[in-house]
Structures are given as structure tokens and as C-alpha cells.
């Protein structure tokens, strides 16, 4: 059995569902189908999500939002229309917008979560009803009734042990499953959505649960590129990776498969396939435990922008016990998480996504270490990016760091910050966000040049 996933450009038209119809009736042992909201049909088009959101915020704030309301319901209409399906799905669709529109405003997280979930779940009715018109058996199942019980945690749900009891059952179902990406229920009932793009673990947890030969990752994509396509020109295809390989590349900005959709495949040994819906027979990459890595013991390049360093000094800082402990506090206490810690004697580096930060928590910071750590010194500096070079066969290889830091410097990039994980998958240097493409091109030229294919 296998568990299939779509992501949103994969059914953003009717155009497109056919081409997952035939993608699904070709293969028998595709027997679950996961799909997200309607995504983008062209580069400007808005996610049916972001549509969500937008009608999310203006009922929230007490407009009429009948404008928002039909920004959707058109996308669906469209699709419905293009498909065959005749007006009453999307006159249900209407009426299930309207309805959770008149739910409970008190709670605004929450609220935003049922429209958010809304537009996985509809897509999900709307395919299956399709399938059924054109004489594939099948069935939309709600992540309810299936069972999906997930933490008490609107908009980054995970999901619990016992939903993957519970799903397993989806193993007995005649014909195939249609079920919606992107959310589940926590035990009290409540609909909560994880992650964006968090259709893809909806996906990896199934795999998981009913324990699937293999978890199909339908993009847009013929591959995984070892650099983003959209700076270096041609990138080569990633064929084959491990799981540790791919969670480092979608931590460090690559979207073509979320990083906690790992974890769930991950641990219940299924290989993941990420595969094009426009080209369903070129081969996709797997990602899978092992790989032979002593031709590409690099694998990819991942470069994300937003990071900022909250820089410390204090001397003989060595010698003072908790000082870490207590400057992470100070962190903790305003809601941040920290990326890195990278450290000297007498000095300590803490990098964090800058999203967390606002003024008022980076003048708090700066107090508390002045008052409670007696810093000799503090500084917050903004618009950092995080390059991370990628590869198991990297702790076993010699004079890579070498290569990288002289191809930095020769792209004129002063480096800020160099930290390898103990694990050596991965080697990340902090640098000016403006440098981002000059140094990915740099480091792609140093390690891929000369190579075809990658993970073979
Ligand atoms: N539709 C959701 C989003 O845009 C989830 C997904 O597509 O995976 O974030």
C-alpha cells in the first residue's frame, strides 16, 4: 500500500486533478490519497490558505466579509465546473464557509484555525466526489472520524501516539481514501491545524500508521535540486538522500518537503518518494535510511535568509557556572526559541529566527543581560543568513571546510559564524543576508561543478 500526497499547485485546477485521477487509477496500490487546499496556478495566483486567512481576519474584525467569502468560492466553482461536478458541491462548500464563519470569534486562534483546515477539507469532498464521477471508488474520510488526534496547539498541532493506533484502521477501507492534509483534531474535539505547508506530515503520519511500502510526495517538481533552481542555473537532480540529509535541507529553506513531515516516516522505516504530478513517470527522489556516499559526499546547498545574533561578552565568561543556562532563560522567558549557539572563551553568539524578535523584547534582552548576567558587553544585529552544506559522507572527508571558506571568501563574503553539529551532516555558516546568492552560487560551483547525479 501506498500513501500519496498532493501538494496545492498538484490540485490547484481542474486541469490538474485530472492529471492526479489518472495518476491514481494507474497504480492500485495507491490506496490513500492526501490532499491539500487548491495552491498557486500561476505565479501570482493567491493559495486558496492565504484566501482563507484573508477571510479569517476580515470576519474577525467585523466586517461582513462576503468579498473574502467569494474569493474562495469561486476557486472551488471554477474547479467544480471544470471537472463536470454540477453546482451542489460548491453550493455545500458555501454553506460550510458560512457556517464556520458564524463559530465562535472569542478565541481568534482557534478561529482562524477552522478556516485554515476548511480549505484542505473541502478540496478533499470536492476530489472525492470527482473520483466517484468518474468511476473510481472512493471516499472522502474526515481526520476525525479516521481518528487524527493531535496536541492542543492551534496553528503547530503535532500529532499523538494514539493517532497512529487509530489510523491504522484506514488499512481495511474498500477502494481509496480521500483525506485532507493539514490538520487534525485534539482530544476535546477542536479542529487545530499544523504547520503551513503542514500537509505533508498529514501524509508522513499515515504512511506511518498503516505502515506503507512507500509515501509518494506529489509536487511540481521532477526532483530535488542540490541548490534552489531559482539562483543557480540547472542545479543537478538529488536521486537518492537520507532522511537526516533532507530534514537539514527543509530546515534551511528548502519548501519541497516540510521538515516535521520527516520524523513519522522516518521512524516507521517508510521511504519517501518526492515526484511531479506534470511528469509522474520521471523518478523522483527517494529519501531513505542509507545511501552509498563516497562519490557526492556533499549532497545540497540550503541558504534561508531572517536570522538575527544576539551577541554577549563577558570575560572569564569560561570559568562562570550557568552562565548559558541563564542567558537561554532570558531568552525563554520572551517566548524565543534559539538555531545556534556558536561560542569562545570569553564570548557566546545566539542565533534566532528575527521573526521572534520585536523592539521591546530585544531592549528587555539587552537589560536583563546587563542587570543579570553583567555582561561586559551586548548587541543584537539584524539580517543574517544561515548557508548550510549538506552530506552524510561529509564527517569522513577531508579539507571540505577548506573548500567552502575559500569560496566564500573569493565570492567577497565575510563569514560571521561557522557551526558543525556533532553529527557532521551539516556545516552552516552565518553570513549578510546580502551575500545569500553570490556565496550559494560560489559553494555550488566548488562542490557540483563536475558532478551529473547526485545520491546514486
Ligand atoms: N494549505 C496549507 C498551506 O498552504 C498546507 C499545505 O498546503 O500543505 O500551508
Redesign the pocket.
Known sequence: MKVSKF??TSVASAAQIKKVAAIIKEDAARKIVVV??P?KRFDDDI????LLISLANASLSGNDAEKELQAVVERYADIAAGLGLGDEIVQVIEQDLRDRIGQSKENRDLFVDQL?AS??DNNAKLIAAYFSSIGLEAEYVNPKEAGLIVSDEPGRARALPEAYENLRNLRDRKGVVVFP??FGYSKDGVMM??A?????ITGSILAAAIGAELYENFTDVDSVFAANPRVVDQPVEIKRMTYREMRELSYAGFSVF?DEALMPAFQHSVPVCIKNTNNPSAEGTMIVAEREYTKSPVIGIAADGGFSTIYVSKYLMNRELGFGRRLLQILEEEDISYEHTPSGIDDLSVIVRSHQLTPEKEERIIHKCREELKVDDVHIEHHFAMIVLVGEGMHNTKGLTARATTAISQAGANIEMINQGSSEVSLVFGIHEDDTNNVLKALYKEFFSTTAVLGV
Request: net charge neutral.
Open positions: 501538494g496545492g491539500s487546499a495552491g493559495k486558496v490558505t492565504d485554515k480549505g484542505e492534509g493539514f491545524t499544523f503551513r505547508g503542514g500537509s505533508d516540510h
